[in-house]
């Protein structure tokens, strides 16, 4: 099957998983569910793509990679949330919109993300159709890559989840392990996890460039750290935390 139809069949479905969501959401009066699904929509569509594409042990590992990705951003972030009232994001835009936000949230946060995860899902598709069933250099750089940035964003998130759940941190900052690298290495990782799966596509040529560099503007200055540390400036210590500590990008020479 062609790239495109393929391409074209997975935002069909993306947007119809994606509407579904936003039905659920109203139903229970957040939207913030749909942070949840994305890891999740990730693998649902390399299932997809590893479906209709001819099969290769490569192939596989990318599909088996990006599950254990997604699988697992998925449950961190229903931990975090379970019980929680809506994220301070969407209920800051409910409130800006009031009765208008029940149709508006589906073009502002469903359709949204979900057209922003159909086009970063592209290095999968052109890895999976492009790819043969031999190995190359670019698949155990794209291997090293990813797990990197997996090391950084798992490791990251669970470092961070530990500290807190200590009563005896209450009110101060992680500043030590990954933390003492980068002021977000789950933000990292996840850039980085994406420049892995970009190599693994690179030998079916480099258009799909645009997917990594997407997901890497969106984490530095959209959704991730520009937004984060407007939040975070306001708590005690963080200043100067800021002054020893790279906000993306680790330095792993630090004294």
Do not use: C
Not at 4 to 25: E, K, N, R, V
Not at 83 to 110: C, L, M, N, T
Not at 191 to 210: D, M, Q, S, V
Not at 249 to 255: L, Y
């Amino acid at each position: 099957m062609p790239l495109l139809p393929i391409f074209l069949l997975s935002l069909a479905l993306t947007l119809g998983l994606m509407t579904l969501l936003w039905l659920y959401s109203l139903r229970i009066k957040n939207s913030s569910i749909v942070d949840i699904f994305w890891g999740t929509g990730f693998v649902i569509v390399a299932w997809l793509y590893f479906a209709l594409t001819a099969y290769s042990p490569r192939n596989l590992l990318l599909a088996l990679l990006v599950t254990v990705w997604g699988l697992r951003l998925s449950l961190h972030i229903f931990r975090r949330n379970h019980g929680k009232p809506e994220d301070f994001r969407y209920h800051a835009w409910r409130e800006e919109h009031g009765k208008r936000w029940w149709w508006w949230s589906w073009i502002q946060v469903f359709a949204l993300q979900g057209i922003i995860l159909w086009l970063v899902s592209a290095p999968l598709l052109a890895s999976m159709i492009n790819g043969s069933a031999q190995w190359t250099i670019f698949d155990g750089l794209g291997f090293v890559v990813w797990l990197t940035g997996f090391i950084f964003e798992a490791g990251g998130d669970w470092q961070l989840a530990r500290f807190k759940a200590n009563p005896a941190n209450k009110g101060k900052l992680l500043t030590t392990g990954l933390w003492a690298l980068t002021r977000h290495p789950n933000y990292f990782g996840d850039a980085t996890i994406w420049w892995g799966y970009f190599l693994f596509a690179l030998p079916g040529g480099a258009w799909t460039i645009f997917a990594p560099a997407l997901m890497t503007f969106l984490l530095l200055r959209v959704s991730g750290v520009t937004m984060l540390e407007q939040t975070m400036k306001i708590k005690p210590g963080y200043e100067a935390y800021m002054r020893n500590t790279p906000a993306f990008f680790p330095k792993f020479d630090k004294q």
